[in-house]
């Protein structure tokens, strides 16, 4: 034979990285969901949390929320050494623009604000930096965030306008 081809290193050194993933899962919840030890075991079929990330939690994949620190650098290593280096960076970026969308739609719940219903019988808005919110629309006064909601299920074109910056606008 000769040397090893840098494909059969890079493929060894992603086994290497999945063996140290594989031996850092140490629950049950993390062994089932964390590692198939066979392709066939695992669920053929995406959920569509998965994909937009919309589920903090999925049933049947061990998410990195749910993995230790060391697990978890045992997974992006193993990621990092399978995917090119613009694929990786192009992954962390999706990553931390959901850890930002995630952030924002918490803040936009949670946030001290008051309730407005849209000009528009559609519900549509304008950019907001051509027209104001204040312009497309008027307030609810003594409305909660979730009486809010409960107007806009009823049929009114409703939406949750933080107070504080920066300036959210939530669909209730």
């Keep these: 034979g000769g040397p090893p081809s ?8 992603v086994r290497a990285q999945l063996k140290l993933y594989k031996d ?7 062994l089932d969901r964390g590692y198939h030890p066979s392709a066939a075991d695992q669920i053929r079929d995406y959920h569509f949390c998965t994909i937009v990330q919309q589920c903090a939690e999925p049933p049947f994949i061990l998410s990195l929320g ?4 060391r697990t978890r650098g045992h997974a992006y290593n193993a990621l990092s050494r399978a995917m ?7 992954l962390l970026l999706q990553q931390h623009g959901n850890l930002l969308l995630g952030e924002m739609q918490d803040w936009g ?21 051509d ?24 049929g009114n074109k409703t939406l949750w306008y933080c107070d504080e910056l920066p300036h959210v606008i939530h669909k209730t």
């Design 6 to 13: 840098s494909t059969a290193r890079q493929a060894d050194a």
């Design 84 to 90: 090119s280096a613009e694929s990786f960076n192009m």
């Design 131 to 154: 027209i104001g919110i204040e312009r497309q629309s008027v307030p609810v006064p003594m409305l909660g965030y979730e009486e809010c909601g409960n107007l806009n299920e009823k």
């Design 109 to 129: 719940t949670t946030c001290h604000g008051h309730c407005r219903e849209l000009n528009d019988p559609d519900g549509l808005l304008e950019p907001l930096i």
């Design 24 to 30: 850092s899962l140490e629950t049950d919840l993390e």
């Design 66 to 69: 749910l993995m230790d620190p």
